[in-house]
Structure formats: structure tokens, C-alpha cells
């Protein structure tokens, strides 16, 4: 199983990106995704995740409102745009996949880990 995520960069605060991930050696709609992010000289915290369906999603409430999380099954891949962005938001964003289809803030919950994309917002 490879997760691939991509789209981070550098961005102005109140700027906006996406991020992708795209998974393959897996049957991708029986996976719940999440999104984490670790920013510099801390703990890796929970963002997003979505389950296998997409229709029941879960936000911290750090970015509640101003990212979203999706996934489009037929292509194996699940999005996180990120608008309004904030300084406070500069982190690696990880995306992760378990099998199950619910929900989960818990990071030990997830067995596939991508490598992760920077995304840095400059005040």
C-alpha cells in the first residue's frame, strides 16, 4: 500500500491550497482517510478524516470552517483544501488510511502513513 501526497507549498496568510493524496495497492473505498499535520517541535495532531462513503467527516476544531475534506473513490484519492490560511497552520501534512470505514481522531488507529507534503503560510 503507497500513499502519495502532494500540493503543499508556500502560501500568504489567507491564501488557500489543496492537497492531495493518492493511494494505490489497496481497494481504496474500504478505507476511512484522515489528514495530520506536525508542526515544527511538536506532536503530530489530528485535522480531517472522512470515511469510506464520504459522507460523515470530522475536523479539529483548529480548522473547522475552513478546511474541507473529500475523496473521489474512483480515483483512489482524498483532498483537504485548506483556505484562510493561518501562520499557525505551517506544518507537514500527513495523510493516513484505515481499514474499518469510520471515522478516528486517534492516529494509532491508521495503518497506512504517506510521507507527508510541507505546507508553510507566511504572515
Known amino acids: 500500500v503507497q500513499l502519495q501526497a502532494s500540493g503543499g507549498g508556500l502560501v500568504q496568510a489567507g491564501g488557500s491550497l489543496r492537497l492531495s493524496c493518492a493511494a494505490s495497492?489497496?481497494?481504496?473505498?474500504?478505507?476511512?482517510m484522515g489528514w495530520f499535520r506536525q508542526a515544527p517541535g511538536k506532536e503530530r495532531e489530528f485535522v480531517a478524516d472522512?470515511?469510506?462513503?464520504?459522507?460523515?467527516?470530522d475536523y479539529a476544531d483548529s480548522v473547522k470552517g475552513r478546511f474541507t475534506i473529500s475523496r473521489d473513490n474512483a480515483k483512489n484519492t482524498v483532498y483537504l483544501q485548506m483556505n484562510s490560511l493561518k501562520p499557525e497552520d505551517t506544518a507537514v501534512y500527513y495523510c493516513?488510511?484505515?481499514?474499518?470505514?469510520?471515522?478516528?481522531?486517534?492516529?494509532?488507529?491508521?495503518?497506512?502513513w504517506g510521507q507527508g507534503t510541507l505546507v508553510t503560510v507566511s504572515s
Open positions: 493516513a488510511a484505515r481499514w474499518g470505514g469510520t471515522v478516528s481522531r486517534i492516529a494509532d488507529a491508521y495503518t497506512y
Open positions: 472522512i470515511s469510506w462513503g464520504g459522507r460523515i467527516t
Open positions: 495497492g489497496v481497494s481504496f473505498s474500504n478505507l476511512a
